[in-house]
């Protein structure tokens, strides 16, 4: 059992800031890369943003400056913050992380997704 719940999604103005969280809970015995990706209307899930376990940090051309991926190992939860935000950004946002159970299982799990609007 295991399961991944994002929040801080909402409505901010182009050049906003928003600071979205996804924090992992069950039975857990290790995660390992945990990553953002956002889905827009009409468009493909698109990869956006990963960390590694030991904190070494990707990002999609289209939001290196703008985001900063982070993790708290002791919380179970991954963190994007999203500065200078574009319409371009509205998307619904994903977190994914790679667990491995207390069972030994190991593979990818999705969050419900949470919905980042910019607009003015």
């Known amino acids: 059992q295991v399961q991944l719940v994002e929040s801080g999604g909402g409505l901010v103005q182009p050049g906003g800031s928003l600071r979205l969280s996804c924090a992992a809970s069950?039975?857990?015995?290790?995660?390992?890369?945990m990553d953002w990706y956002r889905q827009a209307p009409g468009k493909q899930r698109e990869w956006v943003a990963g960390?590694?376990?030991?904190?070494?940090?990707n990002y999609v051309d289209s939001v290196k400056g703008r985001f900063t991926i982070s993790r708290d190992n002791a919380k179970n939860t991954v963190y994007v913050q999203m500065n200078s935000l574009k319409p371009e950004d509205t998307a619904v946002y994903y977190c994914?992380?790679?667990?491995?159970?207390?069972?030994?299982?190991?593979?990818?799990?999705w969050g419900q997704g949470t919905q980042v609007t910019v607009s003015s």
């Open positions: 994914n992380a790679v667990i491995t159970t207390t069972i030994g299982m190991t593979r990818g799990y």
């Open positions: 069950g039975s857990i015995r290790r995660i390992d890369t």
């Open positions: 960390i590694g376990s030991g904190g070494s940090t």
